[in-house]
């Protein structure tokens, strides 16, 4: 007898504003939206250029960061240094001005966190990062890119986990790149968080030479 029953419905590349999946985030953001009722306090969309030859990696949205804003690194430091980089090296134009509005558009390049929702002191449990991956995964299946920027060890191995790519053929090391046996090229990065930048563990130099590799690849293909 033929198996009528209807196939899964496809997951979207974005979680629903008002996403349910992981009790204790959700139990975070509703604290947020008493307390910030102007914050976008939701889980937050991928960013950029939907057919991009670049996927940018990130952890999650920070509180009064991505959080606030609901935009990928918009509202903190860590979109400070990022989006002069991709500015610099022509993955995006306009300018960035800490809000969404400001006018900035990305260039052949795509930003989505491997966790879309804040975390408590910004640290996602493993069963988060599981849970929000069938997002990330959405969002790569549609991408299809030519390169990834991982940046740091949680994106580096969340997104190698979502690729179906064995973890220890791959390890993370800042300024690594990795080609994968789908044929694109993973560019790992420390994140440009301001405690790696207020400790040197990452400085503006070393962030510029991971992103313009990346950059000069797509650029190429």
Known sequence: MPDRSSPAAPVPADPPHDCPLCPRLVAFR???QRSYPEFFNAPVPLWGDLAPGLVIVGLAPGLKGANRTGRPFTGDYAGDLLYATLEKFGLATGRYAQRPDDGLELQRTLIVNAVRCVPPQNKPTGDEIRTCRQFLNAAI???QPRAYLALGRIAHDS???TL???RSRFPFTHGAEHALT???TLFDSY???RYNTNTGVLTT???EDVVGRAAALVSAS
Do not use: I, Q, R, V
């Open 159 to 161: 997104l190698l986990t």
């Open 182 to 184: 789908s044929g694109a």
């Open 30 to 32: 509703h604290d947020n």
């Open 141 to 143: 299946d549609a991408a």
């Open 164 to 166: 179906g790519e064995k």
């Open 191 to 193: 994140h440009c968080s």
């Open 205 to 207: 130099p070393m962030f």
